[in-house]
């Protein structure tokens, strides 16, 4: 386990042309890296499985950014029609705005950025580092439907980790698949008897460490 560390925290507001986006944002006073947390089906940046892999990277002395795709009226609208949640281009789009946005911001600017995609968040995640490969540094998926990111996969440049649950066996094909088209430095690990959410014992701590190491590894400033 990681040293526990206190790390300040804050709330940020994104005013897109398209609605409002909000984050939590933490960042240890040495940290190289931000992790971007792109959020899987039905999911929020108040999950307390997501908080806790946040944490996790946090006692690591990464940075993490909490952020809801969705602005708030759709996700109201989702959680009745799931309409949005599969909307992939919208989540790609969503987040190469907030890529865009950290680069331009002065006191975030210098974090060397990764992407943590869960679920559908995955393809959106592998899309944003195939559009921005000089500003993302490198993408976990966790349980992820990185065959929805298409044929972006052959232009993802950072180095890509994929994470499934052994148990997990209609994602674990259509990761198999996706790692072969992924053209960079690339890994697909297999949680042993993890399912799809990683709802075991032990398994989404199994998660955080393998895509802590991960980041801790290519988030770094050159």
Same mark, same amino acid.
């Given at each position: 386990?990681?040293?526990?560390?206190?790390?300040?925290?804050? =709330?940020?507001?994104?005013?897109?042309?398209?609605?409002?986006?909000?984050?939590?944002?933490?960042?240890?006073?040495?940290?190289?890296?931000?992790?971007?947390?792109?959020?899987?089906?039905? =999911?929020?940046?108040?999950?307390?499985?997501?908080?806790?892999?946040?944490?996790?990277?946090?006692?690591?002395?990464?940075?993490?950014?909490?952020?809801?795709?969705?602005?708030?009226?759709?996700?109201?609208?989702?959680?009745?029609?799931?309409?949005?949640?599969?909307?992939?281009?919208?989540?790609?789009?969503?987040?190469?705005?907030?890529? $865009?946005?950290?680069?331009? $911001?002065?006191?975030?600017?210098?974090?060397?950025?990764?992407?943590?995609? /869960?679920?559908?968040?995955?393809? /959106?995640?592998?899309?944003?580092?195939?559009?921005?490969?000089?500003?993302?540094?490198?993408?976990? =998926?966790?349980?992820?439907?990185? $065959?929805?990111?298409?044929?972006?996969?052959?232009?993802?440049?950072?180095? =890509?980790?994929?994470?499934?649950?052994?148990?997990?066996?209609?994602?674990? /094909?259509?990761?198999?698949?996706?790692?072969?088209?992924?053209?960079?430095?690339?890994?697909?690990?297999?949680?042993?008897?993890?399912?799809?959410?990683?709802?075991?014992?032990?398994?989404?701590?199994?998660?955080?460490?393998?895509?802590?190491?991960?980041?801790?590894?290519?988030?770094?400033?050159?």
């Amino acid at each position: 386990m990681s040293d526990i560390r206190k790390v300040p925290q804050r =709330s940020l507001r994104l005013d897109l042309k398209d609605g409002v986006l909000h984050g939590e944002l933490a960042v240890p006073e040495d940290a190289e890296g931000l992790v971007v947390f792109a959020h899987g089906s039905g =999911s929020s940046r108040f999950s307390p499985r997501n908080q806790q892999v946040a944490r996790f990277f946090n006692d690591l002395g990464l940075g993490t950014l909490l952020l809801d795709l969705l602005t708030e009226d759709e996700q109201d609208i989702d959680e009745a029609t799931r309409e949005f949640r599969f909307d992939i281009p919208l989540l790609a789009r969503r987040l190469v705005t907030v890529v $865009d946005w950290l680069h331009g $911001d002065e006191r975030l600017q210098e974090l060397v950025v990764g992407l943590f995609g /869960a679920s559908t968040g995955a393809a /959106a995640a592998l899309i944003c580092a195939a559009q921005r490969h000089e500003l993302v540094a490198a993408v976990v =998926s966790r349980g992820g439907r990185t $065959d929805l990111a298409g044929d972006a996969l052959e232009h993802v440049r950072a180095p =890509s980790l994929l994470i499934v649950g052994g148990e997990d066996g209609v994602v674990l /094909a259509l990761n198999r698949e996706s790692l072969m088209r992924l053209a960079g430095i690339k890994r697909l690990e297999v949680v042993p008897g993890a399912t799809h959410l990683f709802e075991e014992p032990g398994k989404l701590l199994k998660v955080a460490e393998l895509a802590g190491e991960w980041f801790l590894r290519y988030l770094r400033r050159i």
